[in-house]
């Protein structure tokens, strides 16, 4: 158990809904990222969230954003959902990011969304 | 943009052999790690490789990092069943903190 948490385990939805995935943290842990995880694309980086700021963005789409509250959980919003949104989403969390020379990204158990 | 290449993909072994997995990037990079995950699971950290000739061990796996080839390796040593997993390698770089994964190797071991 890596301390990161995340609900829904499952989603299943249809074409053109919108969802919201919730991440928490582990304890003391400063920085959330996103990643999806599909058959077809492997592990991608979506975006990164330090201390309620956005640090960085990889392969997000602009039908998805994201959002850090100010007890650091996450939540990302997928909309407008199409089959191909079908895929692992997985939050991990670090310290704070690559000002840590030790730092690990931990990563959650991953919310498996069915897109029909 | 960064890249990750690992090889082999996929890979079928007998228990008590030794053998390597290469990960190969493109461009310089901070940090390298290696992640396993088994079937339908989330990933799980195994190394963080910091710096040249960096070399981490855990058991039967070691993993090493040479910063001018671009190169680590995760070797495995006299391999048992409970290994049989999906090792990922991912940099982080590129300006960003968000990892760059490989595509991951696939690892059978058979007793």
């Known amino acids: 158990d890596s301390g990161v948490t995340q609900t829904p385990k499952h989603l299943i939805t249809a074409t053109g809904q919108r969802v919201t995935l919730r991440c928490s943290p582990r304890?003391?842990?400063?920085?959330v990222y996103w990643y999806q995880q599909s058959l077809d694309q492997g592990l991608q980086f979506l975006i990164q969230?330090?201390?309620?700021?956005?640090?960085a963005k990889g392969n997000i789409l602009e039908r998805f954003s994201a959002q850090q509250f100010p007890d650091l959980h996450s939540e990302l919003n997928l909309s407008s959902l199409e089959l191909g949104d079908s895929a692992l989403y997985f939050c991990?969390?670090?310290?704070?990011?690559?000002?840590?020379?030790?730092?690990?990204?931990?990563f959650g158990p991953g919310t498996r969304l069915t897109v029909l | 943009e960064l890249k990750v290449e690992q090889n082999p993909l996929f890979l079928s072994m007998q228990e008590g052999k030794n053998y390597t997995i290469y990960c190969n990037y493109s461009?310089?990079?901070?940090?390298l790690y290696w992640y396993r995950q088994d079937p339908g699971k989330s990933l799980e950290s195994l190394f963080v490789l910091l710096s040249n000739g960096a070399v981490k061990q855990e058991g039967r796996l070691m993993a090493s990092l040479d910063t001018k080839a671009r190169l680590s390796t995760l070797h495995i040593t006299a391999a048992v069943h409970d290994l049989s997993a999906t090792y990922f390698c991912?940099?982080?770089?590129?300006?960003?903190?968000?990892?760059?994964f490989g595509k991951g190797t696939h690892l059978i071991i058979q007793p």
């Open positions: 304890s003391g842990d400063l920085s």
């Open positions: 969230y330090y201390n309620g700021e956005e640090r």
């Open positions: 991990a969390s670090s310290v704070a990011g690559s000002g840590v020379s030790t730092d690990t990204q931990y």
């Open positions: 461009t310089t990079s901070d940090r």
């Open positions: 991912a940099v982080e770089g590129g300006g960003a903190d968000g990892l760059t």
